[in-house]
């Protein structure tokens, strides 16, 4: 089951440019996290978000937590080929013990 | 501080076989989750072991089973492979329980033939 859904699902972008990746959920959650992954290995954390409204920076990424948990987005500026990958959000419910990934968001920066 | 690692990294088998991944926690990390992920998607759950116990499970079949030994290491067990089954199979590590923070191996690529 797919609690997560990520929009868009491929993003191709030159060098420099902005860009914004969704996560959406009808399900509250206690907690979501971002990751990214490179082929050929596993995904790494790049934030957790706890907090409604919530709104963490990374250098050029930016991280919000929609007000009523049920969503999130990540912003990056300026992109650069360095970000290439599959960018992924995770989120834990309030009921379950287990994360739910969503469908995930292939970002390609052509330099 | 050793980081979660996974073995074998690729495997090939054919329709019908049972097969076997290893996962070595990160140290001091008492619980263990797995995924399969295909190919350009998001990981889904499998299952989780905390203190050598099951403590949840997502929607796969009994044919999926696991372990958690005393050293917190765990294995994933598919019995009657089938071409479905080829995907990338990772496992995390985190310190206790689901709501702490997990750390990935680098997976296990597994094809069914």
């Known amino acids: 089951t797919q609690l997560l859904e990520q929009s868009p699902q491929f993003l191709s972008i030159q060098e420099g440019e902005n860009l914004t990746v969704y996560c959406n959920s009808s399900?509250?959650?206690?907690?979501l996290q971002w990751y990214r992954q490179e082929p050929g290995e596993g995904p790494v954390l790049l934030v957790t978000v706890v907090t409604g409204g919530e709104v963490k920076k990374l250098k050029r990424l930016t991280f919000q937590f929609g007000d009523a948990r049920k969503d999130s987005s990540l912003h990056i500026t300026a992109a650069q080929p360095g970000d290439t990958g599959l960018y992924l959000c995770?989120?834990?419910?309030?009921?379950?013990?287990?994360?739910?990934f969503g469908t995930g968001t292939s970002l390609t920066v052509i330099p | 501080e050793t980081g979660v690692t996974q073995s074998p990294t690729h495997l090939i088998k054919t329709r019908g076989q049972q097969v076997t991944l290893r996962c070595s926690s990160q140290?001091?990390?008492?619980?263990v989750s797995w995924y399969q992920q295909a190919l350009g998607q998001g990981p889904q759950f499998i299952f989780q072991y905390y203190r050598e116990e099951e403590n949840g499970r997502g929607n796969f079949p009994p044919r999926f089973s696991g372990l958690q030994f005393p050293n917190y290491s765990s294995e994933l067990n598919v019995n009657a492979l089938e071409l479905d089954d080829s995907a990338l199979y990772l496992c995390?590590?985190?310190?206790?329980?689901?709501?702490?923070?997990?750390?990935f191996g680098p997976g296990t690529r597994l094809l069914v033939l």
């Open positions: 995770a989120g834990v419910t309030y009921t379950g013990n287990q994360f739910y």
């Open positions: 140290s001091g990390h008492n619980t």
């Open positions: 399900s509250v959650f206690s907690s």
């Open positions: 995390a590590s985190s310190l206790a329980g689901t709501r702490e923070t997990q750390y």
